[in-house]
């Protein structure tokens, strides 16, 4: 059981994915790829075997039931099966495709050729870690990150905390900054960005990453930042924003995202408590991200 994985596979109202994405990443799934069934949407989501039981699966069953009851819609259809490491990255190769994101940004799995483009092209190994630029959360920093650091930009220390596969931090590098201190909590994502880094032909020092939080990127940035991208859900970017002006230049901007709608006055709240002023919130479906820039007090 060691190295296997649950596919869960989810299929359900296209107007429910977003919900069902959040529950789950709050479940710990690692990946999550979509596609059209009929009317409907083909879900998958990936989850190392050792993370869950057969009991916790009913449950997350349990909860997606109810929470498309509450939203009014026919319950999903919920199914699952082990499959081990190889059967894994064949799922991924078959369901997850080039995508554009945003005006800039092309997102490709590392074993296809990237197709010709004058987009920036984020080759990405999914490795275990979660970010394939395939969830509407990523997709709304990466547009934030395309409004801070615009063609011909260059320069600039960011922050990336949650890290993930390194998506984030990526899109920052080949938009034109020089250095990225990245973290995340998830043993296995420092190892994916720094390897997915390599695989866009980034120089290694150009990406740190460590396991740990904002604690330990208090510690690894050696002056503070021009900005902070940060994509984890409300909860945690609430604990965070505290800490945000330790790494923060003054004028520092940040793109945070991961936070669901509901949620966004709170996230607001906080921000221009700890110094922040909110230049823009962008909404997709559920979601939203916050593009703010610190006061220059
Ligand atoms: C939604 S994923 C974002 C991944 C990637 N940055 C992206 O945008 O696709 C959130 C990531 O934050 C990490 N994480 C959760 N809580 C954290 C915390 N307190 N500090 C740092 N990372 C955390 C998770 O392990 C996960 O990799």
């Not at 989501?45 to 929470?67: E, G, H, I, K, T």
């Not at 074993?111 to 969830?135: C, K, M, N, S």
Request: proline content about 6%.
């Amino acid at each position: 059981m060691g190295n296997s994985w649950w596919e869960i596979e989810v299929i359900c109202d296209r107007d429910l994915e977003d919900a069902l994405y959040w529950r789950l990443e709050r479940f710990g799934c690692r990946g999550t790829a979509s596609t059209d069934w009929g009317m409907d949407r083909a879900v998958r989501a990936y989850l190392p075997a050792v993370q869950a039981q057969l009991l916790d699966l009913s449950a997350l069953a349990l909860w997606l039931q109810q929470d498309a009851a509450m939203m009014e819609f026919e319950p999903p259809d919920v199914r699952w099966r082990l499959i081990d490491d190889e059967d894994w990255a064949r799922s991924w190769q078959k369901y997850w495709q080039p995508l554009e994101v945003g005006d800039r940004f092309l997102i490709c799995p590392a074993w296809l050729t990237p197709p010709e483009t004058d987009r920036l092209t984020i080759r990405l190994d999914p490795g275990a870690a979660f970010g394939t630029g395939t969830h509407p959360t990523t997709q709304l920093c990466l547009e934030g990150i395309e409004m801070r650091l615009p063609p011909g930009h260059s320069g600039g220390t960011i922050a990336d905390i949650g890290c993930g596969s390194g998506i984030l931090s990526i899109a920052c590098l080949l938009s034109g900054a020089t250095q990225v201190y990245a973290v995340d909590t998830d043993p296995l994502a420092p190892a994916a960005a720094i390897s997915n880094a390599a695989l866009n032909d980034l120089a290694p020092d150009r990406l740190i990453a460590e396991q740990g939080s904002i604690e330990r990127l208090i510690q690894l940035v050696p002056e503070e930042c021009d900005g902070i991208v940060c994509n984890i859900i409300a909860e945690t970017v609430l604990e965070l924003i505290p800490h945000f002006n330790a790494i923060a230049k003054p004028r520092c901007w940040g793109a945070i995202g991961g936070i669901l709608i509901d949620r966004a006055s709170d996230i607001s709240v906080a921000l221009q408590k700890h110094g922040w002023q909110v230049g823009a919130l962008w909404r997709r479906g559920n979601w939203c991200s916050f593009n703010i820039r610190h006061r220059q007090d």
